[in-house]
C-alpha cells in the first residue's frame, strides 16, 4: 500500500521524489501538497507558477537583507496566511510585483505594479520589479522597496502602485535602510 503524498513529502522533503513515490500525477500531488500547506519556500521557487516563485524569491531576498527576522512559513505554520515574517514584535507580509504596462493609459510608457494585501499583517515589504529588469533572470535586482503600514492601505484586496503615486514617493526604502526602519517601528509598536 502506497503511502499519503503528505507523509512521502514531509519525510523526503522533495516535490519531485514524493510524486515519483507516490504514484500520482503531478497535478494531483501538488493540489494534495498545496492544500495541506506542507510546500516549502525551495519548492515555490523551483516548481510554482512565475507569480509563486518570484513570491518565494522575494522573501528569500527579504531574509537575506534581514536575517534575524523569523520565518513564519518556516517555523510557525507553513504558507502562513496572515504574514511571512516575525520581526521583535511586528508581522511582515512580503510581496513582488512584475511591471507591466498599462493598456487603458494613452501614454505607451505607462507603468505599475500590483500587490495583493490582506490585511493582516503590521507592515507589508513589498518588491517591485525594476523596469530595466524586465527581460532578466532576476527581477528581483535593483527593485523597488516599499515598506508600508497596515494603516495606509485599507483594503483587503490589490494595491495598485505607479512611479507618481504616494505609496511609491512616501514608503519606498533602500535596502540598505530597510534593517534601521524596521528597527524604528519596532521600537514604536513595543
Same mark, same amino acid.
Not at 35 to 41: D, E, F
Not at 125 to 131: S, Y
Given at each position: ?12 522533503? #522533495? ?21 495541506? $500547506? ?9 516548481? $510554482? ?39 521583535? #514584535? ?27 494585501? @490582506? $490585511? ?14 524586465? @527581460? ?5 535586482? #535593483? ?35 530597510? #534593517? ?11
Amino acid at each position: 500500500m502506497k503511502k499519503d503524498i503528505v507523509e512521502i513529502y514531509k519525510e523526503c522533503g #522533495n516535490f519531485h521524489q514524493a510524486v515519483k513515490e507516490s504514484g500520482l500525477p503531478t497535478l494531483v500531488a501538488h493540489i494534495k501538497l498545496l492544500s495541506s $500547506g506542507v510546500l516549502k519556500i525551495q519548492d515555490k521557487i523551483k516548481y $510554482g507558477s512565475e507569480s509563486a516563485r518570484l513570491g518565494g524569491k522575494a522573501e528569500e531576498y527579504f531574509q537575506k537583507l534581514v536575517p534575524t527576522a523569523v520565518d513564519a512559513n518556516k517555523y510557525w505554520q507553513v504558507n502562513n496566511p496572515k504574514y511571512d515574517f516575525m520581526y521583535k #514584535n511586528i508581522t511582515i507580509d512580503v510581496k513582488f510585483s512584475s511591471c507591466y504596462r498599462s493598456r487603458r493609459s494613452k501614454e505607451s510608457k505607462a507603468r505599475h505594479w500590483t500587490a495583493r494585501c @490582506n $490585511g493582516s499583517a503590521d507592515l507589508y515589504v513589498i518588491f517591485l520589479e525594476n523596469e530595466k529588469n524586465r @527581460n532578466k533572470e532576476d527581477k528581483l535586482e #535593483n527593485s523597488y522597496i516599499l515598506l508600508i503600514p497596515n494603516g495606509f492601505l485599507h483594503t483587503k484586496e490589490n494595491k495598485h502602485f505607479t512611479k507618481s503615486s504616494a505609496f511609491f514617493t512616501d514608503f519606498q526604502v533602500k535596502k540598505e535602510e530597510l #534593517n534601521s526602519m524596521l528597527d524604528e517601528y519596532a521600537g514604536v509598536l513595543e
